[in-house]
């Protein structure tokens, strides 16, 4: 599993690039707009995800917390600007990577390469369960 390989450091040459970045509760960590083209890891706290409405109402979509690996699949694979804002619930500290250095780490590290398609297969199938909850449920 990802989380485990990265809390039992067996991707330090992926950890020796990151940087830590520690926030407050409340705090916004990524806004509506912006293309975040990074890979971060939650090393304490919880995140939410939400998006704010044309009457201004804000819908969390999903929650983050401490173990977790997070990428923004429309601004990593599609270089689009996120449609969602990230914000700490809790204090939080995150170690963050660009997705840049990962691809490059990655070209000669079989490891590596394992984790980011099992990172890709971990979003294709939350998104794909967020499809069916409205379609199914």
Known sequence: ???????NNTHLPLLQFATPKVMA??????????I???????????LRNFFVTKSGEEKTIFFRWEGQIVAIPECIFDNQPTRQTWQALED???????????????ENNISLIKTRLELAQKMLLEA????????ID
């Open 1 to 7: 599993m990802i989380e485990d390989s990265i809390e």
């Open 92 to 106: 939080c500290e995150l170690m963050e990577i660009d997705f840049e250095m990962v691809e490059k780490l990655s």
């Open 25 to 34: 509760a409340s705090e916004i960590y990524i806004p509506e707009g912006k």
């Open 128 to 135: 794909l369960k967020r499809v069916e909850s409205f379609v």
């Open 36 to 46: 975040f083209k990074k890979i971060f890891y939650i090393k304490k706290g919880i």
